[in-house]
């Protein structure tokens, strides 16, 4: 069926490290959202991004979307324990279907 | 109010009990979505409402799973004869947007237990 697949599912850092989590979808997407959710959390909207190509930045994450339109990534620069929390894509991928699709996540535990 | 409220925060059910989860949603906000999130896994979409358009059920899991939104704000969430694999975390998101192009904003969730 037509979903987000996002890789890796989890992966575990030094403090400092840079941390890059991939979301690719089976279908072109009109827009692509990332969310945050931290450990017993909720998610929370981190960006959406909607031309191709775009690269959108917000101070130590940087956010890029593919110019398929059938991509995306999200990339941490040094990485703080602030971080850890599992990080969501999340996309329009049914036509048919009205709701946005979640990707499945990644965990990112960030080690002091 | 000032952001998407749910309740129970933790409800524990007997199995073949009925269980009745609510939001609210962020005030004129006319997308309104129901997730199921299960332990250290993504978010299942269950059911979609906009505005007063019909709902999407599609996924919805079963039979004993059924959604309304009364008055395009409050919504509620029935889950009958609950079975110990509906156990799970119930996320509400709701949206400005007719078009996905808007920010969700999510509950803190109904953690539900089925025992």
């Known amino acids: 069926g037509q979903q987000v697949m996002q890789i890796p599912q989890y992966q575990h850092v030094q403090e400092g490290e840079d941390f890059t989590t991939y979301c690719n979808s089976s279908t072109t997407l009109s827009n692509i959202q990332w969310y945050k959710q931290r450990p017993g959390g909720h998610p929370v909207f981190l960006i959406q991004l909607v031309k191709s190509g775009e690269v959108k930045k917000q101070k130590r994450l940087t956010f890029q979307f593919g110019e398929a339109k059938k991509n995306s990534s999200l990339h941490i620069t040094a990485t703080q324990t602030t971080d850890v929390g599992t990080y969501f894509c999340a996309g329009p991928v049914d036509t048919s279907r009205r709701a946005l699709t979640f990707g499945s996540g990644t965990r990112l535990q960030v080690q002091p | 109010g000032a952001g998407v409220s749910q309740s129970p925060s933790n409800k524990v059910t007997e199995k073949g009990k009925d269980v009745e989860l609510r939001c609210d949603p962020i005030s004129g906000h006319t997308a309104l979505y129901w997730y199921r999130q299960s332990l250290g896994q993504g978010l299942e979409f269950l059911i979609y409402f906009q505005g007063n358009s019909a709902p999407d059920k599609s996924g919805l899991p079963s039979d004993r799973f059924s959604a309304e939104r009364t008055g395009g704000s409050v919504s509620t969430l029935t889950i009958q004869r609950t079975q110990q694999e509906d156990s799970a975390v119930y996320l509400c998101?709701?949206?400005?947007?007719?078009?996905?192009?808007?920010?969700?904003?999510f509950g803190q969730g109904t953690r539900l237990t089925v025992v």
């Open positions: 998101a709701s949206t400005t947007s007719r078009d996905r192009m808007a920010e969700a904003f």
